[in-house]
């Protein structure tokens, strides 16, 4: 992508020249280094993904190791690039001293003003406490949303971003650990990806690159303190200034006279609450997130921009080479599982990416955190469990060849089986215990003793004798016309004319829109009209009205009748196809009680739920009066 003007390259001449004698060679005085061939593959990548200008590219930084070495990177090797992209900075308002000393020696360095974006409303961490409560007491995802997200989200808006740069890498953490160096649906560059931490150290050292000076604090212990310890005041730790980052530290430096039995430095910054020294040959991330069960800054996870997938990447799980494919179903040859219809609605969502960012049916562990929280353990919102009931437990470690009506469509690989509370699953999701209430009904009288959870591989969609067809959000995304809103439309009952009405209506509502009717064809509850039935009558009402603005299509979805929790469930779904908006009526996802007729959620219930957490999914609702 890069064209290199006349000026452009005398310029990185002249560069190169300073640099060659002064650094660049000493790490090798004979052959090149792994080093050098890292800063070349640099060069390749940056030059394959990014625009030469630098208009539209945002470089966010945190100002831990990684982010500063990519600084230097770009403003020595692109510095007309360096000049047109935009650095952001987020001040949570929580951030360490020696973090925003450091932000103002980057921007002195390099001379370039890296704007910062804090909390809406704060300039203070009183303001914050004031507005939004203080750090400790708060949710953290919560405090993720209003101290990250939302200013990140806002940054990214202001600078009109149109590519990402992130200093992660794969050696990173489990989460990190297929990450790619481009990812193509997210316009991202991790130029880092294949560095590892000892790369990133030498190059500080050679390219004598800032860095935090709390790198430069040594905790010695006569006893283990425990990492969720450790942000604590008054621990039985002596603080030490080794006058220079731990990394060049000898042991003896790093553990002084007498020897202390722990020693503990900081590899890496987040907030002052959440960050805590580490043993110096543990993970930098081991001393991120302590106390707390996501691994990941929300920023990587919980995108909300509208038109992102939920999580930020659109997940497919198909799997499509030959050898892969046989392997899975020869480990899985003595093992086989029936899905029911309900049942293979959710392995079809999970494979093409519609329960993005899910990999799989659900844990314990993520189980009990939708149910509590409504939250994925990466504190992305979810509204009800994806999990796969069976009558028999499945050990850890087996692979299931899981069928539809004899046709193999995937393998799971299971992680672990367990007994679910379905008591606190019926409080939680569906408000209620009763069974009158068809959705807690199904869950205890037909669902089984037991959740598996485990990863999904993907071998073929579920055929069906509906006939209809159901298209993947990947594939809806390529229909949508590009620059345009997006307007979801979810019905489980067949459409007639007041619903178009209703559409045309939403249409003017969001200038530059178009419609994508997107109604339930899979199970729903007793009583319903077959989604075969249903889809007959959206077929004819769109050969009847003809609009060009109107995208139809079907979704493979088994309604549970979870009310407000379904609604959130929904604009998820929605927002994976691509929609940034989602129109929610009269009761949706409602039901009444099988006994006495009475509606178990009020008519508009869903509605003030969905419209409390729009901002944080990125999905705009469009309020429809009742028909």
Avoid at 151 to 172: C, V
Avoid at 190 to 205: E, G, H, M, R, T
Avoid at 410 to 430: G, H, Q, R, T, W
Avoid at 543 to 569: C, D, T
Wanted: hydrophobic fraction near 35%.
């Amino acid at each position: 992508m890069f064209r290199f003007s006349n000026k452009t390259v005398q310029l990185k001449s002249k560069l190169f020249s300073s640099l060659a004698r002064s650094t660049f060679f000493r790490l090798s005085s004979t052959k090149r280094s792994e080093l050098d061939y890292k800063i070349e593959q640099f060069q390749n990548d940056v030059k394959r993904h990014l625009p030469s200008s630098g208009d539209g590219v945002v470089l966010a930084s945190a100002f831990i190791v990684s982010d500063n070495v990519l600084v230097d990177l770009f403003h020595k090797n692109f510095p007309e690039f360096f000049s047109g992209m935009n650095i952001l900075g987020v001040d949570t308002l929580h951030l360490f001293p020696e973090t925003l000393d450091l932000w103002k020696r980057m921007e002195q360095r390099y001379g370039k003003r890296i704007p910062t974006f804090k909390p809406l409303g704060c300039e203070t961490r009183q303001d914050f406490e004031r507005i939004y409560g203080q750090a400790e007491k708060l949710s953290h995802a919560d405090f993720d949303y209003y101290s990250k997200i939302e200013p990140f989200e806002r940054g990214l808006q202001y600078f009109k971003k149109e590519y990402l740069i992130t200093g992660r890498r794969a050696d990173q953490g489990n989460a990190r650990i297929e990450l790619a160096i481009y990812e193509e649906a997210k316009k991202t560059l991790n130029p880092l990806a294949q560095w590892s931490w000892n790369d990133v150290l030498k190059y500080i050292d050679v390219y004598d690159v800032p860095y935090n000076r709390a790198h430069e604090y040594a905790f010695r212990s006569e006893v283990n303190i425990d990492a969720k310890e450790r942000h604590k005041e008054n621990l039985p730790w002596t603080k030490v200034d080794l006058k220079k980052p731990f990394w060049r530290a000898t042991d003896v430096e790093l553990r002084g006279t007498p020897p202390a039995k722990e020693v503990y430095v900081y590899k890496s910054f987040g907030d002052m609450h959440t960050s805590v020294p580490v043993h110096p040959h543990e993970s930098e991330r081991s001393g991120r997130f302590v106390r707390l069960v996501n691994t990941e800054c929300g920023i990587h996870t919980r995108a909300n921009h509208p038109g992102a997938p939920h999580g930020g990447v659109l997940v497919d799980l198909m799997v499509t080479d030959p050898s892969t494919r046989q392997t899975l179903i020869s480990k899985s040859q003595n093992t086989s599982f029936d899905l029911t219809e309900r049942q293979a609605c959710d392995v079809e969502l999970l494979i093409n990416g519609g329960f993005s960012p899910l990999k799989g049916f659900m844990n314990k562990k993520e189980y009990d955190s939708v149910v509590h929280n409504m939250r994925l353990l990466e504190l992305q919102l979810w509204g009800v469990p994806i999990v796969l009931d069976s009558n028999e437990p499945r050990q850890p470690g087996e692979h299931i060849l899981l069928k539809y009506k004899d046709q193999p469509v995937a393998v799971l690989e299971v992680e672990e089986s367990y007994i679910p509370d379905k008591f606190n699953e019926a409080l939680k999701i569906y408000g209620t215990v009763s069974l009158d209430h068809p959705g807690v009904s199904d869950l205890v009288l037909n669902r089984g003793k037991y959740y598996i959870g485990g990863k999904i591989h993907g071998l073929d969609i579920p055929k069906r004798s509906d006939g209809i067809e159901y298209r993947s959000p990947a594939e809806i995304r390529k229909e949508l016309p590009p620059h345009k809103s997006v307007v979801a439309f979810q019905c489980r009952n067949p459409i007639h004319r007041a619903h178009y009405e209703l559409l045309l209506r939403a249409q003017k509502l969001i200038p530059n829109s178009i419609i994508l009717v997107h109604p339930t064809c899979g199970p729903t509850q007793p009583g319903d009209i077959d989604g075969i039935v249903r889809h007959r009558t959206y077929q004819t009402l769109q050969k009847e009205v003809h609009n060009q603005s109107f995208l139809w299509a079907y979704l493979p979805y088994s309604m549970v009748m979870a009310g407000p929790r379904e609604a959130i469930q929904h604009m998820i779904i929605r927002k994976n196809f691509g929609a940034t908006h989602f129109i929610i009526g009269r009761d949706m996802a409602g039901t009444k009680s099988t006994i006495t007729g009475q509606d178990f959620y009020g008519p508009f219930d869903a509605q003030e739920f969905a419209l409390k957490h729009q901002k944080e999914l990125g999905i705009s609702v469009v309020p429809a009066p009742e028909l």
